[in-house]
């Protein structure tokens, strides 16, 4: 049912395809809760902007929410979200929807931006983690670096920066100065079958 809501969505270009994504993302979080009891835990990892609570980006007067927002609203201060980021490296992405996944060169982080503060600041590797205080300080919004499934280096100053205030979209922020691709797990397609996403998830 949510799969042919996401992608009535996307063939009627109403934009709102991202929230049917994230709230099946969040009904299937919550099956599986409900599945293992109230014990039971869990580790989602996706991109930040899936993660990272939407409300503390520009992603809110868009109307867009994600699993971040959403888990935070159900499971309140039992939500955990961490996000990530390096101010240079490489990274695993497409250059394009369908595209065939690459390792690219990121480059540095821009001047002015949550990770370039981070590097200036010192540039170890840190885990940093935000309370009352830390949101007091850091109030205000600054760019910091998106990379999804889709990435273009060369639009770093034009849309690869999301104004963001860091402390409410995260509890924690894992930083890497410097980060290396990951090494993906090839998956072997069946020849004889439809894949299920077809044509988009190509």
Known sequence: MNAERYYRSVMEGTGNSWNIRDRH?????????????????????AHNTHIGDARATDMAQHGMINIGQLAREKYKDDAVLVGFGSYEGTVIAGSRWEGEMEVMNMPLAKGGSWESALHTRSPE???????????????????????????????????????????????????????????PLHLSPDGHKIPETYPFGV
């Open 25 to 45: 993302m969040m009904s299937t979080l919550n099956r599986l809760a409900d599945f293992h009891g109230k014990r039971s835990k869990a580790v989602i990892w």
């Open 125 to 183: 590797n840190k885990l940093l983690i935000f309370d009352n205080r830390s949101r007091k300080l850091l109030n205000s919004p600054i760019g910091h670096r998106a990379i999804g499934v889709v990435y273009d280096s060369g639009r770093e100053n034009q849309g690869n920066y999301v104004p963001t205030v860091i402390p409410d979209r995260y509890d924690a922020f894992l930083y890497v100065d410097r980060t290396q691709a990951l090494h």
